[in-house]
């Protein structure tokens, strides 16, 4: 199994639709984060969840909504986007959010999103 | 502020040929770390190297060697020998911070497409 999966791999949906994003980690990690990684763009910090408490917010729009239920699961709720959401949302995983800043992120493969 | 540059958008090389990704960062801090990061076309960046800022060795691992020069805010990423299999985009990142207010920031990514 691999460390940290991501579902659904691709999403397309309509500017008025709800949909939701899920990330797992099976690596015992105490940390996670979503990012976006859009076209010719610097990867995007969103959220970072430490022991499922959200420590960061990169004054990302309300539209998206991340939930924590426990450290090995994370949520990205989608509501009412725009075109220029369309991207790659990448969600990460850390031993610790403390140690995120010299040690390595876990990455899962990504989740494509095409808002129409 | 911090800054990572990739100017490198994409790179062609001919398989066997040897190719250098740069990376140039600004930080003010004195403590800080680099990381390069691959993502192959499944999506998933895998890490493959941590510098610390009062490291200053190169480091080889088979064919990958990194070069990494405070005099130039430079930390470069040579494949030697290079296979259609490392074709993806690298991404250089750097930290800075304490814990509570680190910053983990990424370049825009090279795209290496080495030919057979």
């Known amino acids: 199994e691999t460390g940290v999966t991501q579902t659904p791999r691709h999403l397309v949906m309509g500017m008025t639709n709800k949909k939701s994003l899920k990330c797992e980690q099976h690596l015992g990690h105490n940390a996670m984060y979503w990012y976006k990684q859009s076209a010719k763009k610097p990867l995007e910090l969103m959220f970072v969840?430490?022991?499922?408490?959200?420590?960061e917010n990169n004054s990302v729009p309300s539209r998206f909504s991340p939930e924590c239920p426990n450290s090995s699961h994370l949520f990205l709720h989608l509501h009412t986007l725009q075109p220029e959401d369309s991207a790659l949302y990448l969600c990460?995983?850390?031993?610790?959010?403390?140690?995120?800043?010299?040690?390595?992120?876990?990455f899962g493969e990504g989740s494509r999103l095409t808002v129409l | 502020a911090q800054k990572v540059t990739q100017a490198q958008t994409e790179i062609s090389v001919v398989e066997k040929e040897d190719v250098t990704l740069d990376c140039v960062y600004e930080t003010r801090d004195t403590t800080y770390y680099l990381f390069w990061y691959k993502q192959p076309p499944s999506g998933e960046l895998v890490f493959l190297i941590r510098r610390n800022s009062f490291d200053e060795q190169n480091e080889i691992s088979g064919r990958y060697s990194w070069n990494f020069q405070k005099s130039t805010s430079s930390f470069n990423f040579t494949i030697t020998a290079s296979q259609v299999v490392d074709s993806a985009v690298y991404f250089c990142a750097l930290s800075e911070g304490r814990p509570g207010t680190y910053k983990y920031i990424f370049g825009t990514g090279t795209r290496l497409k080495v030919l057979a």
């Open positions: 990460a995983s850390s031993q610790d959010w403390d140690r995120a800043h010299y040690g390595e992120l876990f």
């Open positions: 969840y430490s022991l499922e408490e959200r420590v």
